[in-house]
């Protein structure tokens, strides 16, 4: 969504004389362009620019490797906005902007007009009311947080202290003796079974089209009433091609525009040849979401599971097709998907968390504060506790009403804490707004934890986004692993979604080092883009509320899709400790594993790398040795930009 929103912004550009360009000069050619004073040379340079955005647009999409192409992408994103908010300033009305913006959706062709032209509409409302109220509100700080990728801390960087903050933890209870104080002590009085069935980002797309269009001119296919793409553009050129043809003095950047030129002659030499097959029945490895049957396939299967006592589920059930959401189709979905796991489990409380496809506009989470129709958040946190009434208690949806999250005893001696931390969320504009609200929802957490910790309770921590990737903010992850070092002995799992991929994260104290807690990514019951579904078992000890296994299950949608007439042969992919020959799920433990993986248990990295997409036809055959090095590497980062373990493996497994 973002590179295309940028895409639209950037083609508001026009030309100079030379053939090097300064942010401030594109700035100025931006504004030249919304005057409607634009010469045939400004109209050539437009397509310079624009031919040289293309592949440099990967650079969203690259993780875990410095590109040259960001600086590239920092220039043209901080000079289209900077457009944007001369827009504003000048007293333009949303209206009035989009009508300003609405005809280079001609232009792009990335994507169809409609789809450009739905961007817009849904998006301007929420930035030019930022660009009004806010005076800190800078083209780079959009820009900084949009390119804000895994390995690199200089990518468009942007000066905005309001993003440097603390939060204040209470003081460690002592442990005298090696044993708890008579206060923290488990209060559990049961001794029943736990088993947790684990699901997460649906994506249900209503208007999944089986057989239909799977490449078609829009970000996301396999939908009625799309026709194949019209454009097709080479957008993978080297990143070398790009090196030394920006130039960053200070805090800024000098492009050199002949790049567009070198860009097209590297595209004409590499011709593509189209064969694209029709979408899948049961879904597609491609950018396509989930069939309403094939949803309905996953609930049915893992509700056959008679042991489950408890469901949780991380989010996402609106699909990708982001220029069109309304608030009537994502209540629909969310109607659906809800019925469908009451329907199917009986008597089975679940407890979920908010994904960041369920806001409207997508990504978009307000503070609470916010109350302008467009603008608010309200409405999701309403329906929000009102679709899931049957599963809170009121304080829990007391607490969802006003910002999303919510804290249950669940049984006795564990609390389940479910945190909206989309709110931290780099796509999220209103960050911009107010980098606080983040902070605010951090410290409700410590008070839960703090009240648990007293109580003697064990907690499980449901949040939809993972720590430690390119995706959350910076200090939001440097803060959230202090919370986690501190409260490490009530913390007994995180469980997440997002990514898509399966995975687990290591958690190690800010004091220390050492590995101190384990957040486990689900995976997805979507193929966007490029896995198999999957669902997980979880069985906990009945005393600690510790995770003694995980089992994954899943369906290769290559095999499905040959005979569509049947269901999905589900099957087993892996048993945690069985398939990685280990005793426990500690942070210890598999802190050992994962540094065995890149020394003397190579084909144990092998078994994870390809686990990671659920042994996807298209990617796992794919995964070489830097591809599994970054798999692992993900594992060992929950801080954004702390990367000493991800270094430490890396080192360890090519000296080899």
């Known amino acids: 969504m973002m590179k295309i929103f940028i895409g639209v912004l950037l083609i508001l550009n026009s030309s100079v004389a030379t053939r090097l360009i300064t942010s401030d000069a594109l700035q100025s050619l931006f504004v030249k362009v919304v005057k409607n004073e634009t010469t045939d040379a400004d109209l050539k340079t437009i397509q310079d620019v624009f031919e040289i955005y293309r592949p440099a647009s990967t650079a969203f999409d690259v993780t875990y490797e410095t590109n040259s192409r960001s600086g590239v992408l920092c220039l043209i994103c901080s000079g289209a906005f900077a457009v944007l908010k001369y827009l504003v300033q000048e007293g333009n009305t949303d209206e009035n902007i989009i009508e300003t913006l609405t005809p280079l959706c001609n232009i792009i062709l990335i994507i169809s007009y409609k789809s450009c032209l739905g961007i817009i509409r849904l998006n301007i409302p929420i930035i030019s009311h930022i660009m009004r109220t806010t005076p800190e509100a800078a083209p780079r700080t959009f820009c900084g947080l949009l390119l804000q990728n895994a390995d690199d801390p200089n990518t468009c960087t942007f000066n905005d202290p309001r993003f440097e903050w603390t939060i204040d933890l209470p003081e460690n209870i002592s442990i005298k003796d090696g044993t708890a104080s008579d206060y923290l002590k488990i209060s559990t009085k049961s001794n029943s079974p736990l088993t947790i069935a684990l699901i997460t980002d649906t994506h249900v797309d209503p208007l999944y089209e089986a057989y239909g269009v799977a490449d078609c001119s829009e970000l996301t296919c396999c939908r009625k009433g799309q026709t194949p793409r019209s454009h097709d553009y080479n957008t993978d050129i080297a990143d070398s091609v790009f090196r030394d043809r920006i130039f960053e003095i200070g805090d800024d950047f000098i492009l050199d525009l002949d790049l567009a030129k070198d860009i097209r002659n590297l595209s004409n030499t590499k011709g593509r040849t189209r064969n694209s097959p029709p979408a899948g029945y049961w879904g597609d490895y491609r950018h396509c979401d989930t069939p309403q049957w094939a949803f309905d396939d996953i609930i049915e299967t893992v509700s056959k599971h008679k042991d489950i006592n408890i469901v949780y589920y991380m989010g996402d059930n609106i699909d990708h097709h982001i220029w069109e959401t309304t608030y009537e189709l994502i209540n629909e979905v969310n109607m659906y998907i809800i019925d469908k796991m009451k329907k199917e489990f009986d008597d089975v409380l679940i407890l979920p968390c908010i994904g960041n496809h369920e806001s409207q506009p997508t990504n978009q989470f307000a503070p609470s504060s916010i109350k302008g129709d467009k603008l608010n958040t309200t ?66 957490l410590v008070r839960e934890l703090h009240k648990a910790e007293l109580a003697g309770e064990s907690v499980h921590i449901l949040a939809h986004i993972p720590p430690g990737v390119q995706d959350l903010i910076y200090t939001w992850t440097r803060e959230y692993n202090r919370v986690v070092t501190r409260f490490s002995r009530t913390i007994k799992g995180e469980f997440n979604g997002h990514s898509h991929s399966d995975l687990y994260k290591i958690f190690y104290s800010t004091e220390n080092g050492s590995p101190i807690n384990m957040a486990w990514v689900t995976g997805s019951a979507t193929a966007y883009s490029y896995y198999n579904m999957n669902y997980k078992i979880a069985t906990f000890d009945t005393t600690s509320f510790e995770l003694n296994n995980i089992v994954n299950y899943v369906y290769n949608l290559t095999e499905a899709n040959l005979t569509p007439h049947r269901r999905p042969h589900w099957f087993q992919l892996y048993d945690m400790k069985n398939s990685f020959g280990i005793n426990d799920l500690s942070a210890s433990t598999i802190n050992d594993l994962t540094y065995d993986m890149v020394t003397n248990k190579l084909d144990i990295l092998d078994l994870y790398s390809a686990f990671f997409s659920k042994v996807s036809d298209e990617r796992w055959p794919n995964c070489d040795s830097n591809c599994k090095i970054n798999i692992i590497c993900k594992s060992v980062v929950t801080v954004l930009w702390e990367r000493k373990k991800c270094d430490e493996l890396r080192e360890l497994y090519f000296k080899r």
């Open 379 to 444: 409405w999701l946190y309403e329906s929000f506790a009102s679709k899931w009434n049957i599963y809170l208690t009121e304080d829990a949806k007391a607490t969802v009403r006003e910002h999303g999250g919510f804290s249950m005893l669940v049984r006795p001696g564990l609390r389940v804490i479910s945190i909206n931390n989309n709110i931290a969320y780099k796509y999220n504009w209103w960050l911009v707004y107010d980098p606080l609200d983040s902070k605010r929802h951090l410290e409700w």
